[in-house]
């Protein structure tokens, strides 16, 4: 019978293994690069200025709408690459999961790690950005910050524990979801203020979780003020059902990992 609190203990007993993946997950994969480690926050930034020089929508709006971009692109990259990246945890780590004994929860939980940590040096670097440009913040919203952070850590986890099980049976699901990167990105209010937008666009955007999410973030970061009551209800109770989902699936699939690996 799955226990939670023998579940949390054998996790804790094997911390310093997921703590060496998280450093080689952050550390190791540029290590050879010029840049290293701040590759991880290339396709962000990137973004955030091409929106600046180049969007027409910049001039049709203000001189701050890279903010409205910035404050949700960080979050939209986390969700999209425990999505699409993260469907590979079990089938990626196979050769470590085929010769040694560890929880298999820590490949997940390390590679949600790993997107949190860069997730949150990425909203220091650019909340501090919006401080100096002169737009001024609001200190009450920041505060929810972290709590946030944290309910978008659990729904990662929760979405990966799902699909990367899943995954080990279905090999095509991490192709196909792959492929729709650019889908994700289409469906994600991230240029646009979700509750300003009308139509069946807005049925698609509510639809997909992501919304709550980048809509906490444009109302503390973009619109200065305390994200709507529903929308923070939505932040919080996603992780719950997708942890929920996530711990039974897994549970249910995980007898057959090491045969099919």
């Known amino acids: 019978m799955f226990s939670v609190k023998d579940k949390l203990k054998e996790l804790y007993e094997y911390r310093n293994v997921m703590r060496s993946l998280v450093e080689k997950s952050l550390f190791g994969k540029y290590k050879n690069s010029a840049l290293g480690f701040l590759w991880h926050f290339a396709m962000p930034m990137v973004y955030i200025v091409l929106c600046f020089f180049i969007n027409t929508e910049v001039r049709d709006r203000s001189e701050y709408y890279w903010i409205l971009v910035a404050s949700g692109i960080m979050i939209f ?14 089938t990626g780590n196979s050769g470590i999961i085929k010769k040694m004994y560890i929880p298999k929860e820590i490949l997940v939980f390390s590679s949600a790690t790993v997107k949190l940590i860069i997730t949150v040096i990425g909203y220091v670097i650019i909340i501090a950005l919006v401080a100096i440009s002169g737009y001024g913040v609001n200190l009450l919203g920041l505060l929810l910050i972290p709590f946030l952070l944290i309910a978008v850590y659990f729904f990662s986890v929760g979405s990966m524990l799902i699909l990367s099980s899943i995954n080990v049976y279905f090999r095509d699901l991490q192709y196909f979801l792959g492929s729709l990167g650019i889908a994700f990105f289409v469906f994600s209010p991230i240029r646009n203020i979700a509750a300003e937008v009308e139509g069946i666009r807005a049925t698609i955007f509510w639809l997909n979780p992501f919304t709550y999410y980048l809509e906490a973030f444009h109302s503390i970061i973009y619109l200065k003020e305390i994200p709507d009551l529903f929308v923070l209800c939505m ?27």
């Open 77 to 90: 990259h986390m969700l999209s690459g425990s999505v699409a990246g993260g469907t590979t945890c079990f």
């Open 235 to 261: 932040c919080f109770l996603l992780p719950v059902m997708f942890m929920l989902a996530g711990i039974i699936v897994f549970n249910y699939l995980k007898r057959g990992f090491v045969e099919r690996l």
